[in-house]
Nanobody, 124 residues
Framework: QVQLVESGGGFVQVGDSLRLSCAAS????????MAWFRQVPGKEREFVAGRRSYGSPYLSDSALGRFIISPDITKGTVHLQMSNLKPEDTAVYYC??????????????????WGQGTQVTVSS
């Protein structure tokens, strides 16, 4: 059984930076893709950033130019460096991973493993 554990969330001001981390525990995770999603109450979980064990990263429009995803696939860890944070970035951020060649990195339904989430609050 694999568990994903996020850390690094918190309360920050507009324009601040924050680094989220996610690590796998339990059995060894042989991830082929890792990603970050986020969710605010009353809305569907949305894709933020993802990366396969090969190729370029995938970023949402809101993350482009501000967020960097850096997975260490072999260790089952992934970080999300967020800069120039805005109030609309306020959400619970979830780490996701899968051990198969999923079709769509942006599709939350294709991921088998999820973390419990970490809250990010950006205050103006």
């Amino acid at each position: 059984q694999v568990q994903l554990v996020e850390s690094g969330g918190g309360f920050v001001q507009v324009g601040d930076s924050l680094r989220l981390s996610c690590a796998a525990s339990g059995r060894t995770l042989s991830a082929l893709v890792m990603a970050w999603f986020r969710q605010v109450p009353g809305k569907e979980r949305e894709f933020v950033a993802g990366r396969r064990s090969y190729g370029s990263p995938y970023l949402s429009d809101s993350a482009l130019g501000r967020f960097i995803i850096s997975p260490d696939i072999t260790k089952g860890t992934v970080h999300l460096q967020m800069s120039n944070l805005k109030p609309e970035d306020t959400a619970v951020y979830y780490c996701a991973a899968d051990e198969t060649h999923i079709m769509n990195v942006r599709n939350q339904h294709e991921y088998a493993y999820w973390g419990q989430g970490t809250q990010v609050t950006v205050s103006s």
